[in-house]
């Protein structure tokens, strides 16, 4: 079977997955992708071994930015073949869409003709800032999974627990999460793994929102006696890291992999566009989002 042909959508601000998420699939040109504007990448990639490391079932084929230079430069950086002029130019010439930009509130503007279309689309996380945008989004879908959301770090290897970690935990009682910079854009890399961690949570009893300068908390507890406090610490120096506390012992978790995060997340993507399958459930999508509206009300 050929590779899918994707196309790749961007830029916001401070978010340079145009660029890694182009490069896990087709590889990068080092000198070009020095120049991307996120040191980070470039580091992070170069100690990757490629075509091994990059995604074989699918390429990113088009790409399109609203300023074409900066469209160009991803084109370069990661060996994109064909720049759009407007986004709805993929239409089309892709098997799917991966909407790389992380400012939500554009999200159901640029997602809504590829949906009216059918094809399949990954919207960077997070999905929506309200469960209201989230539904209207869930709306247009042609077909079960045809939406995929999350945030990569739900895929993290290191922010998960094994079966004896769980075991030497006991019953999960609480859970603190924090990660840097700003609620909105960056809780959900704790939510989902948040949530992941503990299924079986039963229904959300009540939250209890402060903000104090930059940093934003949020405390919810749920019907089956688990309790959550996020953190989103503002310019503050911090991992993104999870403490788990059991009624036997506690744990951290630290996110520390990128790539293999990152790898994971839009592998999965391209399997549920391969088999048509549901890959991420309407349920569990907008009850993160739900957790992110309390924090910014």
Known sequence: M??????????????????????????????????????????YLEKQKF???????AKVTHVWSQDRSIAEHIAKATMIENVVDHYTDMVGNVDGILLARDD????????????EAGLPIYIDKPLALSKADASRMFNLQRYPG????CSALKYADELKLSEAEYARLGEIRHIHATVPKQWDKYIIHAI???????????????????HEGEVTS??????SGLQLLLTALGSASTPIGIRVFGTSGWTDLTFKDSFAAFKAALHDFVQGVIHQDVRTSPEFLLEAVDLVEYGII
């Open 104 to 115: 939500a509130e554009t999200h159901y503007e640029f997602a809504a003709p590829f949906l």
């Open 51 to 57: 075509p091994e490391d990059a995604i074989a079932e």
């Open 2 to 43: 050929s590779p899918l042909r994707l196309g790749i959508l961007g830029l916001s601000p401070g978010n340079g997955h145009p660029y890694s998420w182009s490069a896990i699939f087709n590889g990068y040109n080092p000198a070009a992708m020095e120049g991307c504007g996120f040191p980070v990448i470039p580091r």
């Open 146 to 149: 045809q939406i995929f959301s």
């Open 218 to 223: 949020l405390a919810v507890s749920y019907s």
């Open 192 to 210: 989902e793994p948040l949530l992941s961690l503990v299924p079986q949570r039963g229904t959300l009893k009540r939250t209890q929102t402060w």
